[in-house]
């Protein structure tokens, strides 16, 4: 048996791999910070660019708000109110005469089942110029009208629908009856 003699006056401790480590990992830490720093550099950049371009934007923006008020005082002038009431009444009349009765017909034939009746349709514009038709409809179960609105809803040209009402049959009317709403998109 051979017993190990230790002369010196602290044993000896095994610290290089706890120092690599340690000194790896403060390297890594350096990098690390030093790649933050920069990205905080570039943020602030962009950041000023940014309010640079908004206050373009907006200095933009006060002009065009003073050219607005600018018209809208030349068109509130006294003179100037019947001819604005009339070209919006001629606007508004163009716009109903625009919708072709003879379109809304050919592109329901293309939707409509042959068990289903259209008892009224009412187009109508609204505040964006779009238009909707308003619809009533009848069939003697739901299903065929059920088919009708999935039709409508995979058409070109129509648009998303929505049921506003529901009546059923009564000893006077043996038909279902339901309203509906349906985007239109005929090229006016």
Do not use: C
Not at 25 to 38: H, N, P, R, S
Not at 62 to 76: F, M, P, S, W, Y
């Amino acid at each position: 048996m051979i017993r190990q003699i230790n002369l010196a006056t602290e044993p000896f401790r095994r610290d290089r791999a706890i120092l690599i480590g340690s000194g790896v990992v403060g390297i890594l830490l350096l990098a690390t910070l030093t790649v933050l720093l920069y990205l905080v550099k570039a943020g602030r950049e962009d950041v000023r660019e940014t309010q640079q371009l908004i206050s373009v934007l907006d200095n933009q923006l006060a002009g065009v708000g003073k050219e607005q008020a600018t018209l809208d005082k030349k068109i509130r002038q006294p003179g100037n109110d019947v001819v604005l009431d009339r070209s919006i009444l001629i606007n508004t009349l163009i716009g109903r005469k625009a919708i072709s009765w003879t379109h809304i017909f050919s592109d329901l034939e293309t939707v409509l089942p042959w068990n289903v009746r259209v008892l009224s349709i009412r187009p109508q514009l609204n505040a964006q110029g779009q238009l909707f038709l308003d619809m009533t409809v009848a069939a003697d179960s739901p299903e065929p009208v059920i088919g009708f609105i999935v039709k409508l809803e995979g058409s070109d040209v129509f648009g998303s629908t929505a049921v506003s009402g529901i009546t059923p049959p009564t000893q006077n009317d043996p038909f279902y009856r339901y309203r509906l709403s349906v985007n239109y998109a005929q090229k006016l």
